[in-house]
């Protein structure tokens, strides 16, 4: 998988979480997992321009850009990533706990799981916006 939208920040933490040993740092790769899926978005989604408007709070929060996304596909045939959309929002209260509820913590498997589920979206992305921008 490699960085297509030429972020600095995508680009570190994506080597990072590479290159984290998750099994070993379970905890830390979780966080940085829910960073990446956050911040990948959102650059793909202002780097297309489609980010959504802000909210009453003022932030673009990740359960923004997933429904952008989710949106934005509805008329689309690929049925298999809005599937995979619904999943991740389905499940994301488990990064989110994580970083905010101190008596919830993450173990290896369910980090590995975490990244199998979202790495659809993020290839999608990168392929996505490198067919819209062949030459960088």
């Known amino acids: 998988l490699q960085d297509t939208l030429a972020s600095p920040g995508v680009g570190r933490v994506l080597w990072e979480l590479q290159n984290i040993d998750y099994a070993k740092f379970p905890n830390a790769a979780a966080d940085l997992l829910r960073t990446f899926l956050e911040i990948t978005l959102k650059k ?9 408007a802000f909210n009453p ?24 990533l809005i599937q995979v959309i619904d999943e991740i929002i389905k499940n994301k209260w488990y990064l989110d706990s994580i970083n905010h509820n101190p008596d919830v913590f993450a173990v290896e498997d369910r ?6 589920q ?5 290839k999608f992305v990168f392929e996505d916006y490198k067919k819209r921008n062949p030459n960088p």
Do not use: C
Not at 58 to 80: A, C, E, F, M, S
Not at 111 to 116: E, G, I, L, Q, R
């Open 44 to 52: 793909y989604l202002q780097e297309i321009g489609k980010l959504p």
């Open 57 to 80: 709070s003022k932030y673009v929060y990740l359960k923004d850009v997933l429904q952008k996304i989710k949106t934005d596909l509805q008329n689309t045939p690929n049925r298999g």
């Open 111 to 116: 980090v590995k799981d975490a990244w199998d």
């Open 118 to 122: 979202i790495h659809p979206l993020i």
